[in-house]
């Protein structure tokens, strides 16, 4: 029934637009038109403000002023702010009543829009705010069919984790632009993964892979390869990664995703990130996997020769560490540095006991975390 009614590809929809926040519009209008609503909004109040984030059959003249000026002499907003994030609430005690039809808001408002009722999906609630979905209702339809109300509570759960994590991930956007910068001076896309592979973090060179579907793509919320093998072993890889006792130790793991004929493959390194660097740097309170995409034609060298220094790594060294970076194995790298694979491995040898790792998924993690911005 909910998927015939939108539900499953809404759900999908839903969490798409935590990557594309444009996305919002699209699933607030198919929200509309699923529960044969009048109009839509997704809104945010702080204190005496408010904020419009998604629109459907609004005329725009009435979103500046419900922001500018009905917004604070809204009849509902006490009990709007008392629904809990995920519930789906009805104001029809209070829009049907004398007293509400009687009001500015709904004579200046409410009546000139060509609605009577108001449905709303709580999305998150604070001491200092509180965010719904609100959905419009005509005269002729203020009563919700039940299908209708059952396909509200199945979306409520998945649109308030979806603002919880957009606000997250807004609020880490806002607080790391360094981060943004240093990683698209530095050529790779970052995408920072659940053990269920949900996206928590991708900055613009990863969003831009996902938009432009090289090699990866998002998949029911989930970011996957272009392919069942590489999905399944980039899926394993996170599961891995964001376990909380695994952080430290030696896992992780490297794939090449295609990106076309006659183009070299990018190059995926998947890697744990411990809670100490999640909290430090995106707020986050546990371990997650984090996948640095290298395309190994565009080169890592400022970041390189930044962390050679760092840890004193001789030339030799240094070219044999770019190599490893960039995917290679030790004998691919000795044929192209035209070196010995013996003293390609002695090099990795000394970057291996100079950077106090043993493994080389233990030295790519070290390579990618320092090049993160607050790094010890």
């Not at 009722?117 to 419009?136: D, H, I, W």
């Not at 020769?305 to 190599?323: I, P, Q, S, W």
Request: charged content about 20%; aromatic content about 6%; glycine content about 8%.
């Amino acid at each position: 029934m909910a998927k015939s009614r939108g539900g499953g590809d809404l759900i999908a929809a839903i969490y798409d637009a935590i990557i594309e926040p444009s996305g919002w519009d699209d699933v607030v209008k198919r929200i509309v038109e699923a529960t044969k609503s009048v109009s839509g909004a997704l809104f945010i109040h702080m204190g005496d403000t408010a904020h419009l984030s998604a629109l459907c059959n609004t005329d725009p003249f009435y979103a500046d002023a419900f922001v500018q000026h009905y917004h604070k002499i809204n009849p509902l907003n006490a009990a709007a702010a008392t629904v809990a994030a995920g519930e789906v609430w009805t104001a029809t005690s209070i829009s049907q009543s004398d007293s509400f039809r009687a009001s500015a808001f709904c004579n200046e408002f409410v009546r000139p829009q060509g609605w009577a009722e108001l449905v709303a999906v709580g999305l998150l609630r604070t001491p200092k705010a509180f965010g719904n979905l609100s959905l419009q209702r005509s005269a002729d339809a203020i009563w919700v069919e039940p299908a209708e109300w059952h396909l509200l509570e199945t979306l409520a759960p998945h649109l308030q984790r979806a603002v919880a994590i957009h606000d997250l991930l807004a609020r880490t956007r806002g607080t790391t632009e360094s981060l943004g910068a240093a990683v698209a001076s530095a050529g790779f896309a970052v995408f920072l993964l659940t053990g269920d592979c949900r996206v928590v973090f991708a900055n613009p060179k990863a969003e831009d892979l996902i938009r432009r579907r090289i090699g990866l793509r998002y998949e029911r919320g989930r970011l996957a390869a272009t392919s069942p093998a590489l999905t399944a072993r980039l899926h394993a890889l996170a599961r891995q990664g964001a376990q909380p006792d695994r952080a430290g130790g030696d896992i992780g793991g490297t794939f090449e995703l295609c990106r076309g004929e006659n183009r070299p493959p990018l190059v995926a390194h998947v890697i744990p990130l411990a809670p100490i660097r999640t909290a430090a740097i995106f707020d986050l309170d546990r371990p997650v996997a984090a996948v640095f995409i290298v395309d190994p034609a565009a080169g890592l060298g400022a970041q390189v020769r930044h962390f050679a220094a760092r840890f004193g790594l001789t030339a030799g060294e240094t070219r044999v560490l770019a190599e490893i970076i960039a995917g290679n194995g030790l004998l691919a790298a000795a044929t192209k540095l035209k070196i010995t694979e013996a003293t390609a491995r002695t090099h990795a040898k000394h970057v291996l006991a100079k950077t106090g790792t043993t493994r080389q998924t233990e030295l790519i993690r070290r390579f990618f975390e320092t090049a993160l911005p607050g790094s010890p």
